[in-house]
């Protein structure tokens, strides 16, 4: 690394640090007022994120209307805001103290019993809530997982997250490369977060998600039927403008068995999608529309637009 390229990381690092500690010195109360008015903001000068959020609320919820679309997508726009504002403070608000008045769990008994069995266990999560909280919190609460996350290319700030995250027992692996250290964590028989619900590229697995085909992480069923353990599905949901949480652990998939691998990986893969699109439902406002999440598009579909009479006989 150049010294210029260097110096650059450490400004950025030195920016990143002082803004935080200039949102502490508010107060966690005020904080939250002023991110929902820079959200609005940001709502209104972001045309290109605020125009495909609305489209896609549309497209995945047309019964709400036109009115309800941009109310969604507005506070989808607070939400993602308050989540970097709350990033913030956890390391002030969330405590071994602290966690059990500020989150409270919702485990499914089959799930609570999967768990305790400590021969592993993959929790897939999505963006709802707070999902920077999902990970500190399971650690406090005696569940510390082994989660996937990109590097960022500043090593300072890298650095910087990374503690954060890691504060409550959480160990954080690269994206690249995850496949070796999550099947040794589970061989360990520890517990796996990831997040499912963004667009998997090329090499995703196309199922649908709110009537669309969407490409999906196929990682969490592939690890799942590899080592025979269950998918945990749970979601992180606010409870009121201040910082109050649900933690909901659904009953367990189970891997399927049709003889067919890459069958099995599909369907585990369309079950647990199909629970990130009910939580997603019930709390439209709490989930990132702005994300392109049916971006990639199979080849097939791609091959009919470039060629459409093929498809028609004509």
């Known amino acids: 690394m150049g010294i210029v390229v260097r110096a650059r990381y450490f400004l950025e690092y030195a920016g990143v640090r002082l803004l935080v500690a200039g949102v502490l010195s508010l107060g966690y109360e005020r904080a939250l007022a002023l991110s929902r008015k820079l959200a609005d903001l940001v709502f209104l000068a972001d045309k290109r994120h605020r125009r495909r959020a609305i489209e896609n609320i549309a497209r995945s919820l047309p019964e709400l209307g036109e009115a309800e679309w941009r109310r969604v997508a507005r506070e989808s726009f607070r939400s993602f805001v308050q989540v970097l504002v709350e ?134 069923a592939m690890l799942s039927l590899r080592f025979k353990v269950p998918i945990i599905t749970a979601f992180t949901i606010r409870s009121g403008r201040g910082f109050k949480y649900d933690i909901y652990a659904e009953k367990p998939l189970v891997p399927p068995n049709t003889g067919n691998r890459d069958e099995d990986v599909r369907i585990l893969t369309q079950a647990f999608t199909r629970r990130v699109e009910k939580w997603v439902r019930e709390y439209p406002e709490q989930w990132l529309w702005g994300h392109r999440r049916w971006k990639s598009r199979p080849k097939e579909e791609q091959q009919w637009r470039s060629n459409p009479s093929t498809s028609t006989g004509s």
């Open 87 to 220: 990033s913030a403070y956890l390391p002030r608000l969330l405590t071994r103290n602290s966690a059990d008045r500020l989150v409270t769990f919702h485990i499914h008994p089959e799930a609570k019993k999967a768990a305790a069995k400590g021969t592993g266990i993959i929790f897939v999560t999505g963006h709802t809530g707070n999902w920077e909280l999902t990970g500190q919190v399971a650690g406090i609460n005696g569940y510390p997982l082994v989660s996937v996350a990109r590097p960022r290319d500043n090593p300072y700030l890298e650095k910087y997250v990374i503690r954060n995250r890691e504060r409550h027992g959480q160990k954080i692996v690269a994206k690249k490369g995850a496949i070796r250290d999550l099947s040794r964590a589970l061989r360990d028989g520890k517990y796996l977060g990831i997040l499912a619900d963004q667009n998997a590229g090329s090499h995703g697995i196309f199922v649908d998600f709110f009537g669309r085909l969407a490409s999906t992480t196929g990682g969490p």
